[in-house]
């Protein structure tokens, strides 16, 4: 059974740091994608980050680049996201996203995490 | 990167058919044949439904499908059941810059 969970999340004052992770079972990690996706209380989907397989490609929507870093430790099935300069705007639930292939040229999701709460307060 | 446009609801009753529109742009939608659909039901993870614009993933009812033109492209919900109800979003690749997009959900109701 495939299983994606998200861990990390929390309160944060505006302009700090936090660093999300994202256990994965059930798959061969190294054989896909993986991707962040949030949502904002109340609000829609906006895909944040994606990584191919062995990291060689990566992707940031414009909203958080230069900000936040993906990676990934195939060797312990795991994603990461590090957050930085954190703005009020990035409150959201952050889902960690398994991809269909194993490069970031999809749009297709087909397993999620639960996700992790983000809040950025003062 | 412009999310892409779906109505804020639609209705429908059950055992009806309905359908929810997402357009985008030729930078996106229109270019690639890269268009997937999820259901949100309230509290819950995302679920694909519809993915190559067209596609089922195994265990997905037959009644949904997907249809693409220009730049929109088009989720129909056959044979409408009270279990529907749900936020629908699509999401398409658009290109190596922006990667993906997603649109902005639609609510469905079933009356």
């Known amino acids: 059974e495939v299983q994606l969970v998200e861990s990390g999340g929390g309160l944060v004052q505006p302009g700090r740091s936090l660093r999300l992770s994202c256990a994965a079972s059930?798959?061969?990690?190294?054989?896909?994608?993986m991707h962040w996706v949030r949502q904002a209380p109340g609000k829609g989907l906006e895909w944040v980050s994606g990584?191919?397989?062995?990291?060689?490609?990566?992707g940031y929507a414009d909203s958080v680049k230069g900000r936040f870093t993906i990676s990934r430790d195939n060797a312990k099935n795991s994603l990461y996201l590090q957050m930085n300069s954190l703005r009020a705007e990035d409150t959201a639930l952050y889902y960690c996203a398994k991809g269909v292939v194993a490069l970031v040229t999809r749009p297709d999701f087909d397993y999620w995490g639960q996700g992790t709460l983000v809040t950025v307060s003062s | 990167q412009s999310a892409l446009t779906q109505p804020a609801s639609v209705s429908g009753s059950p055992g009806q058919s309905i359908t929810i529109s997402c357009t985008g742009t030729?930078?996106?939608?229109?270019?690639?044949?890269?268009v997937s659909w999820y259901q949100q039901h309230p509290g819950k993870a995302p679920k694909l439904m519809i993915y190559e614009v067209s596609k089922r993933p195994s265990g997905v009812s037959n009644r949904f499908s997907g249809s693409k033109s220009g730049n929109t492209a088009s989720l129909t919900i056959s044979g409408l059941q009270a279990e529907d109800e749900a936020d629908y979003y699509c999401c398409s690749y658009a290109g190596s810059s922006s990667h993906v997009v997603f649109g902005g959900g639609t609510k469905l109701t079933v009356l």
């Open positions: 030729s930078s996106d939608v229109g270019s690639y044949n890269l």
């Open positions: 990584i191919s397989w062995n990291s060689g490609s990566i």
């Open positions: 059930g798959f061969t990690f190294d054989d896909y994608a």
